[in-house]
């Protein structure tokens, strides 16, 4: 019987991993923000991104990113995209320093102007410590100097948009992969 219920324990756990339910594929409300953006370099080419959430996994970030790009380059009312390089790193989740969301109000008088800490997470420059609340009291700058903001992983591409069968590449060492424009659906496959 000790067996038996080990076993079930086991499918029990099993079933719910492998059932968590994927993240919502979004824009981005504002930089720093999870979710997907794009930006058009110099050159012509595109930086598309994908920023995750707090446990979302890097296959699934990855995927969004190829997703973004797809339905971009369908947009730019173009065939295809080709990615030029790819990057995966962490990246500060939020651009402001959220300290006062986790040490405001409810730590002491906390509200009114000044009581947000600047958006690097440093003490302000000059010797008043406008940081927030802390039992009261300002926020000591060893408690400032020892907190890191939230890490997420972050996808970036850069691709270039084209359509036609004569792709060039000048400048590259190497032949890009190209995928076909998307519209709004799965993450784009190669092209053959």
Same mark, same amino acid.
């Given at each position: 019987?000790k $067996?038996? /219920?080990l076993?079930?324990?086991?499918?029990? #756990?099993?079933?719910?991993? *492998?059932?968590?339910?994927?993240?919502?594929?979004? +824009? #981005?409300?504002?930089p720093?923000?999870?979710?997907?953006?794009?930006?058009?370099?110099?050159?012509?080419?595109?930086?598309?991104?994908?920023?995750?959430?707090?446990?979302q996994?890097? $296959?699934?970030?990855?995927?969004?990113?190829? $997703?973004? #790009?797809?339905?971009?380059?369908?947009?730019?009312?173009?065939?295809?995209?080709?990615?030029l390089?790819t990057?995966?790193?962490m990246?500060?989740?939020?651009? +402001?320093?959220?300290?006062?969301?986790?040490?405001?109000?409810?730590?002491? /008088?906390g509200?009114?102007?000044?009581?947000s800490?600047?958006? *690097?997470?440093?003490?302000?420059?000059?010797s008043?410590?406008?940081?927030?609340?802390?039992?009261g009291?300002?926020?000591?700058?060893?408690?400032?100097?020892?907190?890191?903001?939230?890490k997420?992983?972050?996808?970036?591409?850069?691709?270039?948009?084209? *359509?036609?069968?004569?792709?060039?590449?000048?400048?590259?060492?190497?032949?890009p992969?190209?995928?076909p424009?998307?519209?709004?659906?799965?993450?784009?496959?190669?092209?053959?």
């Open positions: 019987m $067996r038996f /219920s076993v079930a324990a086991a499918f029990i #756990a099993v079933v719910a991993v *492998s059932g968590a339910e994927a993240k919502e594929y979004k +824009a #981005a409300a504002k720093g923000d999870a979710g997907y953006f794009n930006v058009l370099e110099e050159g012509g080419f595109w930086t598309v991104g994908y920023t995750g959430e707090p446990g996994s890097n $296959r699934e970030i990855a995927e969004y990113a190829m $997703r973004r #790009a797809g339905d971009l380059a369908a947009e730019q009312h173009k065939e295809w995209f080709a990615v390089t990057t995966n790193r990246v500060q989740l939020g651009v +402001a320093d959220d300290l006062q969301m986790r040490a405001g109000n409810f730590m002491g /008088s509200g009114g102007a000044n009581t800490a600047p958006v *690097s997470g440093a003490p302000a420059g000059n008043r410590n406008n940081t927030g609340t802390f039992g009291e300002a926020v000591p700058n060893s408690v400032l100097e020892r907190w890191e903001p939230r997420v992983r972050q996808t970036l591409l850069v691709i270039e948009l084209g *359509s036609g069968d004569n792709a060039s590449f000048p400048g590259l060492d190497h032949t992969e190209i995928f424009a998307t519209g709004a659906g799965a993450a784009p496959s190669p092209k053959p």
